[in-house]
C-alpha cells in the first residue's frame, strides 16, 4: 500500500488494507456460487460496473448533425440500423454481447445483464406524445429490417406503460425518446429500467444523442454502431450547429467543445488535465493529489482482436515521488496496466469479488468519501478526472476532411469525492506517405461542482494555456 499510494497518511493506508483483507476473507470464507449467466467469467471492470448504479454507468455519443425530424422516418430508420449491428456484430466483442437486458434490485447474481428469452428480436420502445412507449419486438430478419416494416410494426402496437409492458415479459433493449420526454441524453436513456441504447435528437440544435450502458459495451462498439446510425438519417437544409456548447440549453449536464492541436500526444494531453484540473479546481476537490482514470485496451485476450477487449483502468495521480507526473511515467503507467492489469488491478478485484452483496462497495466507496482522513482512499479509487481516446482510421486526406463531427463523454467522476471533469477525445487519422494525419473533436463534462458552466469554461481555459509547450515538446527536432 505504501508503494502504490505514497501520498496517503498512514491512517487510509490502514484502512485500505484492513478493507481489502476483510473483503478477502469473505470471499475465501464465502465464495460465489452465481457470477453472471451471460458470460464466462467477469472481469474486474465488468465487476465494478455492476456496483454502479444505471446513471452512472451511462456513456454518450453527440453528432451535431443537423437532423430533420419533422417526418417520424427518423425513428424507423435509426431502430433498422440499430438491428442489424446488432445481429452483425455478435460473437465479435469480448463479455460484451447485446442479447441482454437491465435487471435493477432484483436481480440474481453480481451481473445486472439478463439474456434475453427469444434472441432472434430485439425490444424497442418509442415515447409517444401524452406518455406511455409503443413497446414491439423486432424480428431480426432482413424482410422486417427496413424502415417502413419497423414503422407499420410500432404503429400496429398500443401505447401502453413501462408496468404493462413488464407484466407481459417485454425488457426494452433500445428506447427512442422521440417525443421528447427527457431533457438530455441521460434522461431519455433512464426513461426504461432495462435498455441498453437511449436515442434522441436534440431539438435545439439538431444533434443526434446516443446514450449506452457501459456495463453492455466499451467505446469502440459505442462509435462503431454511433457511425451506423448517423449515417441513415436525414439531414436538414443548414447542417449541424457549430457552437461550443454541444448540448442543448436545458441539458443540466452540459458537453462543452474543445480543440486539440495536431501534434498533441496522449501523455502530454494526459500531463495537460492535470495540471489544468489542479489550477482551475478553485478548492473545490477533497484532496491534494487528484488522480485521473484512464482507460486502457488490453493485451488480452489474444483471441479478441485488440479494439474489441474489455478495459483496464489505469490510475494517474498528479504527484509522484519525484513531483509532478511527466509524459514518461504515464506512459509506464499504461504499458504497466495494459499488460499487467494496473495498481488497482488487485484491489479492484477484491473489493469487487462476486462473493459480496453487489452494493457492498459502492456504500463503502460513499462512506470513506464522507470520512476525514479516508477521503484519499476514495478520490484514489474513483479519480477526480477521466480522460478517454477512441481512435478511428479513415483511407485519405480527402475522408479525414470530410469525416462530420462525432464527439463522446463517458463515465464522470463520482461527485462523493468532489466530483471532476471528464475530457472524452476522438481521434480521426489516416496513413500519408508523409506522416499521420490526425484530427480531434473533444468534448468536456464535469460531475458535482464542475456540472456549472463557468466550471468547465474555466477547465477548458486552462487546459489550452497547457497545449504550447507541450505541442513544442512533441515538435521540437531530435539532436
Excluded at 73 to 93: C, F, I, M, N, P
Excluded at 187 to 209: D, I, K, M, N, P
Excluded at 260 to 267: A, H, I, K, N, T
Excluded at 342 to 368: A, R
Amino acid at each position: 500500500m505504501a508503494h502504490k499510494f505514497p501520498h496517503f497518511v498512514p491512517v487510509a493506508r490502514q484502512a485500505l488494507s484492513v478493507l481489502v483483507g476483510a473483503c478477502d476473507g469473505w470471499q475465501r470464507t464465502f465464495p460465489a456460487s452465481q457470477v453472471s449467466d451471460v458470460v464466462p467469467e467477469l472481469t474486474s471492470w465488468e465487476r465494478f460496473l455492476s456496483t454502479e448504479p444505471r446513471s452512472r454507468r451511462v456513456m454518450m455519443t453527440v453528432q451535431p448533425l443537423g437532423l430533420d425530424t419533422r417526418c417520424g422516418g427518423w425513428v424507423s430508420a435509426l431502430l433498422v440500423q440499430v438491428a442489424r449491428w446488432h445481429v452483425g456484430t455478435r460473437g465479435r466483442r469480448h463479455n460484451q454481447p447485446t442479447d441482454v437486458w437491465l435487471a435493477g434490485l432484483g436481480r440474481m447474481g453480481l451481473d445486472a445483464r439478463q439474456r434475453v428469452a427469444d434472441d432472434g428480436v430485439l425490444t424497442v420502445a418509442v415515447t409517444v406524445p401524452g406518455g406511455g412507449f409503443r413497446v414491439a419486438r423486432l424480428p431480426l430478419v432482413d424482410t422486417s429490417l427496413t424502415s417502413e416494416a419497423v414503422a407499420a410494426l410500432l404503429e400496429s402496437r398500443a401505447p401502453c406503460s413501462l408496468s404493462e409492458a413488464r407484466r407481459d415479459g417485454l425488457h426494452p433493449q433500445v428506447v427512442v425518446d422521440a417525443a421528447g420526454h427527457g431533457d438530455s441524453a441521460w434522461t431519455s436513456h433512464l426513461l426504461t429500467t432495462s435498455a441498453w441504447l437511449g436515442a434522441r435528437v436534440e431539438r435545439t440544435t439538431g444533434s443526434l444523442e446516443l446514450a449506452f450502458d457501459h456495463l453492455v459495451m466499451d467505446g469502440t462498439a459505442m462509435m462503431e454502431v454511433s457511425r451506423a446510425i448517423a449515417s441513415a438519417l436525414p439531414r436538414g437544409p443548414h447542417g449541424g450547429d457549430g457552437g461550443e456548447w454541444l448540448t442543448g440549453p436545458d441539458d443540466p449536464s452540459p458537453l462543452l467543445r474543445v480543440e486539440l492541436p495536431e501534434q498533441l500526444d496522449f501523455r502530454n494531453l494526459a500531463c495537460a488535465v492535470l495540471g489544468a484540473l489542479g489550477r482551475s479546481q478553485g478548492g473545490l476537490l477533497r484532496t491534494d493529489n487528484p488522480t485521473m482514470l484512464v482507460p486502457v485496451l488490453p493485451d488480452a485476450p489474444l483471441s479478441v482482436p485488440r479494439p474489441w477487449r474489455r478495459i483496464r483502468i489505469a490510475v494517474i495521480p498528479s504527484l509522484t515521488r519525484d513531483g509532478p507526473v511527466t509524459p514518461a511515467r504515464v506512459s509506464q503507467l499504461l504499458e504497466h496496466t495494459r499488460t499487467e492489469g494496473g495498481v488497482l488491478e488487485d484491489i479492484f478485484s477484491t473489493l469487487y469479488s462476486p462473493s459480496l452483496p453487489w452494493w457492498m462497495p459502492s456504500l463503502t466507496t460513499h462512506g470513506f468519501a464522507y470520512t476525514p482522513g479516508l477521503r484519499q482512499v476514495a478520490s484514489a479509487l474513483c479519480g477526480n478526472a477521466l480522460l478517454s481516446k477512441i481512435t478511428l482510421e479513415v483511407e485519405d486526406e480527402a475522408a479525414l476532411e470530410r469525416h462530420a463531427p462525432i464527439h463522446f463523454n463517458t463515465m464522470r467522476p463520482l461527485p462523493a469525492v468532489g466530483g471532476g471533469v471528464a475530457l472524452c477525445v476522438t481521434e480521426v487519422l489516416c496513413v500519408t506517405r508523409k506522416g499521420v494525419r490526425k484530427r480531434f473533436f473533444g468534448a468536456i463534462a464535469g460531475s458535482g461542482p464542475f456540472t456549472a458552466r463557468e466550471r468547465l469554461i474555466a477547465f477548458r481555459t486552462e487546459l489550452e494555456r497547457e497545449f504550447p509547450p507541450r505541442v513544442r515538446s512533441v515538435t521540437r527536432p531530435s539532436p
